[in-house]
């Protein structure tokens, strides 16, 4: 199992630009949770997902959209990045509802300049 | 608004030190409290508590919950180098849309 991976690991994009960073995992998790993280600020909650077909807001969702059209991928869309959205992006799944460990992806380093 | 709380947030110590770090928490309809490792890359679990009193431990690290005082402590004993890292603080919650709160996290650095 290669678990939970994302794609591209860098990227810098220009004030505007649009792009979609790639999560899938192939553990067949039920839940996938998109966070971001800025230096000495833990982790922040983006969107989750409990399912195919099913989105809810975290913490931070502006400037953001997913979708969950297969239990295996969920992507995370930047409409118009703004130098507020340079972060670290890590991706993560759970197995279902009875289960509390969420395995992460690797991360992708976003500049927006 | 659930709320996690870790300090120090950062902490220099010599190789074999002992080191306590601090995660305080409120949130409702607490289900577990979870430590995580990270090291320049992804965070990878370390332990999850569910039950006041009973400590967890792996080798060097051991960590326990007290729901009461809604605190838990990650001990790291006889640090080394290899143990610099931010460890990440986190809380879940029950329900159907159950997610995790993290803390800010806590730099640990072990100078040899």
């Not at chain 1, 983006?46 to 959209?65: C, F, H, L, M, Q």
């Not at chain 2, 305080?24 to 006041?52: G, H, I």
Request: net charge positive; charged share 20%; aromatic share 10%.
């Amino acid at each position: 199992n290669a678990g939970v991976t994302q794609t591209p690991k860098f990227r810098i994009l220009k004030i505007g630009q649009s792009m979609t960073l790639q999560c899938t995992q192939d553990m067949n998790h039920n839940y996938m949770y998109w966070y971001r993280q800025d230096p000495g600020m833990g982790l922040k909650l983006i969107y989750y997902s409990v399912g195919a077909g099913i989105t809810d807001k975290g913490e931070v969702p502006n400037g953001y959209n997913v979708s969950r059209s297969t239990t295996e991928d969920f992507p995370l869309r930047l409409e118009l990045a703004a130098p507020s959205q340079t972060s670290v992006y890590f991706c993560a799944s759970r197995r279902d509802r009875a289960s509390n460990e969420q395995f992460f992806g690797p991360g992708t380093r976003l500049t927006v300049l | 608004e659930d709320k996690v709380v870790q300090s120090p947030l950062s902490l220099v110590v010599h190789e074999g030190d002992t080191v306590t770090l601090n995660c305080s928490y409120e949130v409702t309809n607490f289900r577990s409290l979870l430590w995580y490792k990270q090291e320049k890359k992804a965070p990878t679990f370390l332990f999850m508590l569910t039950s006041s009193g009973i400590e967890k431990k792996s080798g060097r690290l051991s960590s326990i919950l007290d729901k009461k005082e809604l605190f838990s402590i990650l001990n790291i004993t006889a640090t080394q180098t290899g143990d610099s890292a931010i460890y990440l603080c986190a809380v879940s919650t029950t329900g159907a849309n159950s997610k995790l709160t993290f803390g800010k996290g806590i730099t640990l650095s072990v100078r040899p």
